[in-house]
């Protein structure tokens, strides 16, 4: 039974949605009216209840143990578990959801197996993150950037070597829907030699693919570039959330610490690596001059079809738009191929230390720019560090978020012959500051 | 009963102990022949085994309580208690271990409860680390590595406004006596323009004071400056062990990565506040010209009594010096008075933006160089990047850290009227590249 061959479930909702058709089944974890937070697949406009699955009988051997490690609230240790567990679950899934399952009636005759997403459902982390590294593989966003600060020469010159990239805070990554509190810092004013405190005065979102890892090294070994798609969990959207005033003061010589750790925000949909089997490409070739990889960076497999074809998009709502009843405005719309190294890649450099990798750490991609208007994954990037204010509907004009704002990150594969899937969305509205 | 009245130990080897006097008391977690970790007590060359006194009832009240949350092999939760109960577990312990104590006997007739530290006791982490901040708050290391760099201008501009930290990695951080295995990275050769893939050729280390977080914060909330010092759970030695020519490439634009992440070693024993408590010191008055602190980082508790007297040594030890039976050379004497900023101004600074803190995490405070030879705390500074090598007694030169070089760190708190304490070894050995 492969993907293709199954299009429709019986969940009907589940047909043709945006986001979470039959094709796609992430994973995630969430709770009901304050009860234990517990696992869950998405399916159309519903959750199915994993662990209500699993007390049901519904499943047995590979898929039974897979679905039995989902248990508890985190789903570390189904990371852990790797492919052969996610693909047996996953294969379970798709006879138990698709339309003329004979399971139809037995799942409907046990009740509360499928929980309407919309209504008491919360989600929460899908993980216990220990460990939260962010990369910097936008290359475009990477030159968008280094242009307003060195026109000739915006990319740095370990940056075609390196997949570039530092560690972040793991405390403060939050699910969709958690409002964002305006950080308060030190900035240094124009023209000034003296920083003030204060609220945040360009606070900045960031377009960003998020990589949850699965299986794990001991410290000293290394992953390399030929199995480090073996140690990948799944993917999310992420929102690196960033004080542009507080960064250009704070972050010289050792990189963003407070501009970026007061709230990540990401997806709570852990979408898998089969789900987005048909959306693999080739890595870009490198233009004319660029180097190839280091060997330990190379493989032909990862070259062939390690990257994706995701369309990224990024949505603005304001107070003002809420109240007029206005549509979101789209900030961004990019796409996961501006990636200038693949996530193997990341995932190999980030081990070729020895640092140990564990299920559950959590890798953002670095802001995913394209190169044109209307494709920067940032307010940074789109009005140029404040000089070109956008204009919108209601009226109003934005260099960066005000208070009110709300960001809405959402993804799409698309591809002829095969279903749409999505990622949920990843939400946040910005507080004023306390 | 005060730390001054009570100078003996029935534990006779805690009389005049280097590290573990009846005034110190750390806190740390121990397992015998594979057992499961627990919590126990170092003193003199023994662990007071904190369960086993548990079992036996020789605690009650309050500091029952506290020894309670300390099962498990995790000291977080007795981290998060905060103050109140270390302070009751403390005087409980005095009043067990004192000489003369009426519980002596008691102790004894239970059996198994001191354990002699050097024989089968294996140290672990003393807990649960979420997430680990290394700042930058040595002030003449800061100026040493910036004069490598940029003679004229070894500080930049926001040095004296900013305790300047960094997330490191929480997964590597290992106790004391773990190898340290030679990392591999991509390097800039000299003159060169493309790097090369090797075994790292400048290992270094960095001398650090640990700081372990206690109670935390909600995210969105700030620790206000003058409650930072209930957020401290202790103390510990650390080393930021560092792949210099690794650093060089990969550091611009967002800091050190691979070149740290491949193990921090740190002292296991947790020093507590109440232990360092005769040893706390002034704050050094800024130099004429340097800024005051902007207000969130100025207390005057904090500026009195905020800082430490805590002397820092680095020796090491190479197989050679092994073989022919040398004493370790000193490579570094120095002490906690050249921090820049208090610990509180971290805690402060650190969750100013609404970060959270847990408890269990953990702070590092950048190297603790001295200005004068001798006291620098890193092998880059003492051969300034290699162009001066040390001679060891061996006949043996070292730029940087050879396969089998030991480096062990150790810390001690001295006054006239009061017992001296330490925090006992930091000790790793370096191991060949895999």
Request: proline share 7%.
């Amino acid at each position: 039974m492969t993907q293709t061959s199954i299009t429709r479930s019986w969940v009907t909702s589940a047909n043709g949605h945006a986001d979470f058709p039959l094709q796609n089944l992430p994973l995630g974890v969430f709770s009901i009216d304050g009860g234990a937070p517990r696992s869950g697949v998405a399916i159309g406009d519903h959750i199915f209840d994993l662990e209500a699955a699993l007390d049901a009988g519904l499943f047995e051997g590979t898929a039974k143990a897979a679905a039995e490690v989902t248990r508890g609230g985190q789903l570390n240790a189904f990371f852990q578990a790797g492919a052969p567990a996610r693909k047996a679950l996953r294969e379970r899934l798709l006879q138990l959801l698709a339309e003329g399952s004979t399971l139809h009636g037995k799942i409907e005759a046990q009740g509360a197996k499928l929980l309407p997403l919309a209504a008491n459902c919360l989600m929460h982390l899908p993980a216990k993150i220990s460990d939260y590294t962010d990369f910097y593989v936008g290359i475009e966003h990477a030159q968008n950037v280094g242009k307003l600060f060195r026109p000739d020469n915006p990319l740095l010159p370990n940056y075609k070597y390196v997949p570039i990239g530092y560690h972040g805070r793991a405390s403060t990554i939050r699910p969709s829907g958690t409002d964002v509190r305006r950080p308060k810092g030190q900035t240094l004013p124009a023209g000034q030699t003296e920083p003030v405190f204060g609220p945040c005065a360009r606070l900045d979102y960031e377009l960003e693919l998020g990589i949850w890892i699965g299986q794990g090294n001991e410290m000293g070994d290394s992953i390399a570039i030929g199995d480090a798609a073996d140690h990948i969990a799944g993917f999310c959207l992420l929102n690196d959330w960033s004080a542009r005033d507080i960064q250009a003061w704070e972050y010289q010589p050792l990189g963003p610490f407070l501009s970026k750790s007061f709230i990540t925000s990401i997806s709570p949909w852990v979408v898998t690596a089969e789900a987005l089997e048909p959306f693999r490409r080739a890595q870009p070739a490198r233009p004319q001059g660029d180097p190839q990889p280091l060997p330990y960076l190379l493989d032909p497999r990862d070259q062939a079809a390690g990257a994706f074809n995701i369309e990224l998009e990024v949505l603005l709502l304001t107070e003002a738009m809420r109240e007029q009843n206005l549509p979101a405005h789209r900030l961004t719309l990019s796409n996961t191929r501006h990636m200038y190294w693949t996530v193997a890649q990341m995932v190999a450099h980030h081990s070729v230390n020895g640092c140990q990798l564990q299920a559950g750490d959590l890798f953002g991609s670095g802001t995913l720019s394209g190169p044109e208007s209307g494709q920067f994954g940032s307010l940074l990037e789109i009005t140029e560090g404040g000089k070109k204010p956008i204009e919108l509907a209601s009226g109003e004009v934005r260099k960066f978020l005000e208070d009110g704002d709300e960001i809405i990150l959402r993804a799409r594969c698309s591809r002829d012959g095969f279903a749409s899937i999505g990622f949920g969305e990843c939400r946040g509205k910005v507080l004023p500051a306390r």
